[in-house]
């Protein structure tokens, strides 16, 4: 080979090598939605890549309940990905004070996210926002829309209606009237005290005077929701304290239970198990003309590791998660999930329709213990679930649970504190 064609080819080998490289970035996403692996792969990633050759990514989900730990780890070992998915208000905020979480705030497409959006990936003076926000989950109750029409019962709106309807199925036998157990306690307070809740403390007017040190767990507004969940003991089925929430939901996608205290997330997989026709209806109100509230709950965020190798890409991926595009993929993809996008996005899926209507209907809330009423010992979220299951059971009274939680609450939290 002739000088000149060797200087030529490797000149042309740099090239090739260089070209190569530039390619040869790939990010990859820590999240907890190990459920939403397809989705991401076959959906979500191809779109992206396909706007932007030259960057790869990889979802790499952990199983939800190891997901803090495994992150921790991962942060500390400095071998967590590019990305990582932000759960809501303090597990999020701490990774940040720690410096694992890079600033967002700069990011063009935070523009696209209201206040309240954004609120649950901030620092607590709202100087600066860490994750950019995906989507919220909605509480409510889904039903079987069969049932009801071989029952001849109406979509209750109050709570007289709600009871008369579970009287009605329980007296037919035909179905369980509802599909909630107690054995992993959480589902009693997220789908029982935090979904039927705000329609008592009146959504944020209570939450923030929780907060405030204006209201306490034991006023009547506090206590109510849990009067009202130890009825529901009566409609529950035999074995209901060994029911676990994979139980119920097959109870219910089976056909055996005619209403679920649900939250939005469970419409993609009812979808594909359920053989029957379904709908849904928001917690009803205590009397006809009421403002009802919802809990709209912003739940899932996507953060920039402030250690990434790719700093720049994984900015550029950020701003499209925050655009209108991603929002409507997104939304319909795994309905049940709504965007925190300010951009109208609309939805195929029938149940996510119903669900989502309501923020035009009722105020939207968040989940009463999530902002800074869990940071400190005990936890009152993790204490909320115990009392919920206790009440549901009979083990503890309404009061007694809602005085203990307010004791565990101002031991460690000065507004709180008796005065």
């Known amino acids: 080979m002739t000088q000149t064609k060797l200087i030529g080819a490797l000149l042309a080998s740099t090239l090739l090598a260089g070209a190569a490289q530039a390619q040869d970035v790939t990010l990859t996403i820590e999240s907890w939605r190990n459920d939403d692996v397809l989705i991401w792969q076959d959906t979500i990633i191809p779109a992206f890549e396909a706007a932007n050759p030259g960057i790869k990514v990889v979802f ?52 696209n996210f209201s206040p309240v959006a954004k609120s649950a990936w901030q620092t607590d003076d709202g100087a600066a926002t860490f994750c950019v926000p995906m989507a919220s989950v909605i509480h409510g109750f889904i039903y079987n829309k069969d049932a009801f029409d ?28 509802l599909a909630m157990g107690t054995n992993d306690q959480w589902e009693a307070a997220t789908m029982g005290y935090n979904n039927i809740g705000p329609n008592y403390w009146k959504g944020e007017e209570g939450r923030l005077a929780l907060i405030k040190g204006d209201q306490k767990l034991t006023d009547a507004d506090w206590v109510a929701p849990f009067t009202e969940l130890a009825k529901w003991k009566d409609y529950l089925g035999d074995g209901f304290e060994a029911q676990t929430y994979p139980d119920s939901q097959n109870l219910f996608t089976l056909g055996r239970a005619a209403i679920y205290p649900a939250g939005s997330w469970e419409i993609a997989g009812f979808n594909k198990q359920a053989g029957f026709k379904m709908g849904a209806f928001a917690p009803p109100v205590q009397a006809a003309g009421d403002t009802c509230y919802i809990s709209d709950h912003t739940d899932i965020a996507l953060g920039m590791n402030a250690k990434s190798a790719h700093p720049e890409e994984t900015k550029k991926f950020l701003e499209w998660v925050g655009s209108p595009e991603f929002a409507t993929m997104y939304a319909n993809a795994l309905p049940g999930f709504f965007s925190l996008n300010s951009t109208p996005v609309t939805m195929e899926d029938p149940l996510a329709q119903e669900f989502v209507s309501w923020r035009g209907k009722c105020q939207s809330s968040i989940r009463s213990t999530y902002q800074i009423l ?40 000065e507004p709180q504190k008796a005065k």
């Open 60 to 111: 790499a989900p952990t199983a939800p309940a190891e997901y803090n730990a495994v992150l921790n780890s991962k942060l500390d070992a400095g071998s967590a990905g590019d990305l990582v998915t932000c759960r809501p208000f303090d597990a999020s905020l701490e990774l940040f004070k720690k410096g694992n979480l890079a600033d967002l705030t700069s990011l063009a497409s935070m523009a």
């Open 374 to 413: 869990s940071r400190g010992t005990p936890n009152l979220e993790n204490e909320t679930w115990n009392a919920s299951a206790n009440v549901i059971k009979g083990t503890e009274t309404p009061e007694a649970a809602a005085a203990r939680l307010q004791e565990g609450l101002a031991s460690w939290y």
């Open 150 to 177: 071989a029952l001849g019962i109406a979509v209750p709106t109050t709570n007289a209606e709600f009871f008369a309807a579970l009287d009605k199925i329980k007296a037919d036998g035909t179905y369980i009237p």
